[in-house]
């Protein structure tokens, strides 16, 4: 829940709601739920409450009684902070969105971004930074030393120091300011600034404080089209970003079959390859090399993705 929602605003619907949330970690989730919908009741426009008890029934079996509970997130919450509409999609409650909120996304980073390395490299394994510039370094037939390098989704900054020695100037974009606070720690990035790359491709309006377009011989999205399902309009951001014959080099979870992408439980997109070449193709990028690799582990199990390493046409 965000620090502003963590309490109702009802002293005795916030006790219900904490002896919930002990019921729930004691392996009763559907007591739980009755527990908290006891607490709505007493407190009936608390949105993260109604979240919490989606995901209450969710985990006691109570399918249709997640999908009503985040529908009363919805008409509580317009901006959908808590991603309540990628959770309906799961669900079979809604059609799956082409992108999760950007509020959702902001404020979901935003709270990790402290142990975000942590949680990603230590306990999940995750190795989608080192090996994409690896392959950015062996793919024949491309430049060995980029004159500007722009990282969308830098997140903290992971692929940063990866290929910082072979950029004369580093600029990173992320929705997160507190991801953006901890990459601006590591003083590798010339530049960072703040970017929605869900929005239309329209440079100025994505990016803080614009950008010109087709300056980057490297563009680069190193775990970061996941949280996007149609991929159209970061296909056209990179587009539009890259000087003819720009390199832009970036992963996708590996949605492992034919065509199209899906929304996994886990509310990140994976992406079929013939999806990703039809998109690339759509906005002049050809494909030079890619290279398929378990990237994280997830709830004990490896996750596949893609990496792909592509040409912006002349």
Not at 11 to 30: H, N
């Amino acid at each position: 829940m965000l620090p502003s929602q963590l309490s109702s605003g009802d002293v005795i619907a916030d006790r219900r709601a904490d002896y919930a949330k002990m019921l729930a970690e004691s392996g009763e989730p559907a007591s739980a739920a009755e527990l908290m919908k006891q607490a709505l009741e007493l407190a009936p426009r608390w949105a993260a409450g109604w979240f919490t008890l989606a995901t209450y029934r969710e985990k006691a079996g109570d399918q249709p009684g997640a999908i009503a509970a985040l529908n009363e997130v919805l008409a509580l919450d317009e901006g959908d902070v808590f991603g309540a509409r990628l959770k309906l999609a799961v669900l079979g409650g809604a059609d799956v969105p082409d992108r999760p909120p950007s509020l959702y996304v902001e404020r979901l980073f935003d709270d990790y971004a402290d142990r975000f390395e942590t949680s990603l490299l230590e306990k999940l394994g995750y190795i989608v930074p080192g090996k994409l510039a690896a392959l950015i370094a062996k793919t024949a037939d491309i430049p060995k030393h980029f004159r500007i390098a722009i990282d969308l989704g830098c997140g903290t900054g992971l692929l940063g120091p990866e290929i910082r020695a072979r950029v004369d100037r580093l600029e990173g974009y992320d929705l997160s300011k507190g991801m953006l606070a901890k990459a601006a720690e590591k003083h590798v990035y010339d530049h960072l600034g703040q970017a929605d790359l869900s929005l239309e491709p329209d440079l100025s309006g994505v990016f803080e404080a614009g950008l010109a377009a087709g300056r980057a011989d490297l563009v680069t999205a190193a775990d970061v089209l996941m949280y996007l399902g149609n991929l159209q309009g970061v296909m056209a951001i990179a587009a539009k970003l890259a000087a003819d014959s720009g390199i832009f080099a970036f992963s996708v979870e590996d949605a492992q079959q034919a065509d199209g992408y899906v929304l996994r439980d886990s509310l990140r997109f994976a992406h079929s390859e013939a999806y990703v070449r039809e998109a690339l193709a759509d906005h002049g990028f050809i494909v030079l090399d890619l290279a398929r690799s378990v990237i994280r582990m997830d709830g004990g199990k490896p996750v596949h993705g893609i990496l792909f390493i592509t040409r912006k046409s002349a």
